[in-house]
């Protein structure tokens, strides 16, 4: 491991050299089916053809140019995000964190731009992740983001959505502002929020005036096998949604997409980047979008995703010293553990599956979106092993193995 590198990541012991669809390939030769996708962003898998295409057709017209000059491709997907939403405008960012901070600073303006100056308050919810800026570990509220970084920033709530009263009592304050929840969280462990508690807080936000933020950035792009997540309960839809990850399929983008009322504070010189949106990120966010958007796309996310959760009930039921329970909605899939889940990672790794950390102690698995049913069959069937192996080794709740048939 280079010494050059600042220490931020436990980093797993493989050199990825290329990609094709699921699969990765280490430099040793090591092949790995891949349900990571770069945290849910190569949403396509690797190396999708349609994608290689956008990007390097662009890249021998232009790379870069300024926000100050008009964006073809950012008009064009703008045009596309918001005809798909409930949005009526677009900005384009370049990564979850800072789609996150915009949406933070539209919702403040707005407020501001109405005379009601006092209405500064974010409340964020426990379990959330909102990115690495500042406003953004602000709004997640999580102690592990938080400390060391300086006093937390003033205007920023966390509470339980678990603890009702508490967040009706919040959003009444007149001094509050905004509202930012995950539908589905993800680096908190794959947590899916029923429809009754986001329609509650889409009227519960409506009644007070205050905006409702959704911060959609690994939930958004057919993760869950509607286009957002929030588009399985009709009625509770944000004003404000922060979007990225799979928004470029492995390319960097960010966006926020907002209702023209919410937008009403913003206007020239307000807000800005240099790289947010330029043709390169766009010609391949629109290549993104035209597959990701179709209805046949997203129903297969549907059923390979009940592929994945039949496979996890009878691995629940299997082994119940090793799992906890399934959780999670579409692609955006989560098992709680009985064992250290960093532990069970590395483990898998060794039968050849990538998966990812979770809150909660969960593993998740965030595949490409095009995963073939034959490719879940082969990740259920090497999770097995690595479960098996687990408890070969010892790990999890010993005393919940079930008798051995017969015995
Ligand atoms: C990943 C993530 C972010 C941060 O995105 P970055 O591109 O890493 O800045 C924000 N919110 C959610 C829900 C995320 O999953």
Redesign the pocket.
């Known amino acids: 491991m280079s010494e050059a590198l600042m220490p931020l990541y436990a980093r797993a012991q493989i050199e990825v050299e290329r990609g094709e669809g699921v699969w990765l390939e280490a430099r040793d030769g090591r092949r790995f089916l891949d349900c990571v996708a770069g945290?849910a962003t190569c949403a396509l898998g690797h190396a999708h053809p349609a994608l290689v295409e956008a990007l390097t057709t662009q890249a021998h017209k232009l790379w870069h140019v300024s926000n100050i000059f008009r964006i073809p491709g950012q008009e064009e997907l703008a045009q596309k995000l918001t005809a798909a939403t409930f949005a009526d405008m677009a900005y384009f960012a370049n990564?979850?964190?800072?789609a996150?901070e915009a949406a933070l600073k539209i919702a403040r303006r707005y407020h501001f731009a109405k005379g009601d100056v006092q209405r500064v308050d974010v409340i964020g919810f426990a379990g959330s992740?909102?990115?690495?800026t500042y406003g953004?570990i602000n709004a997640s509220g999580n102690p592990s983001y938080l400390e060391g970084f300086g006093p937390r920033l003033p205007g920023y709530h966390q509470l339980s959505i678990d603890d009702w009263a508490s967040v009706q009592e919040a959003v009444s304050r007149p001094t509050t502002a905004a509202v930012i929840i995950?539908p589905v969280q993800?680096?908190g462990g794959a947590r899916a929020f029923d429809g009754e508690t986001l329609l509650a807080l889409r009227r519960l936000t409506r009644e007070h005036g205050v905006l409702l933020i959704h911060?959609e950035?690994?939930s958004g792009m057919g993760r869950t096998g509607k286009l957002f997540a929030h588009q399985w309960f009709p009625g509770a839809e944000p004003d404000i949604m922060?979007i990225?990850?799979a928004l470029g399929g492995g390319f960097p983008i960010?966006a926020v997409l907002a209702s023209a009322e919410a937008s009403s504070g913003m206007g020239t010189g307000l807000h800005g980047t240099t790289f947010g949106g330029n043709p390169l990120a766009m010609a391949v966010g629109l290549a993104v979008f035209e597959i990701l958007a179709k209805d046949e796309a997203l129903a297969h996310v549907g059923a390979m995703s009940e592929r994945f959760f039949t496979g996890f009930a009878a691995l629940a039921a299997r082994y119940p010293d090793q799992v906890v329970e399934p959780r999670g909605k579409g692609l955006l899939m989560g098992l709680k553990l009985h064992p250290n889940n960093r532990e069970v990672m590395a483990l898998a790794r060794e039968h050849g599956l990538l998966v990812a950390g979770g809150g909660d102690n969960c593993i998740r698995l965030l595949p490409s979106l095009l995963i073939a049913p034959a490719e879940v069959d082969e990740a259920l069937a090497r999770l097995d092993a690595t479960l098996a192996d687990a408890r070969a080794r010892g790990w999890g709740k010993v005393d919940a193995q079930p008798a051995l048939a017969g015995a």
């Open positions: 945290i990564s979850g964190t800072e996150v992740f909102h990115g690495r953004a995950e993800g680096e911060d950035v690994q922060a990225a990850k960010g």
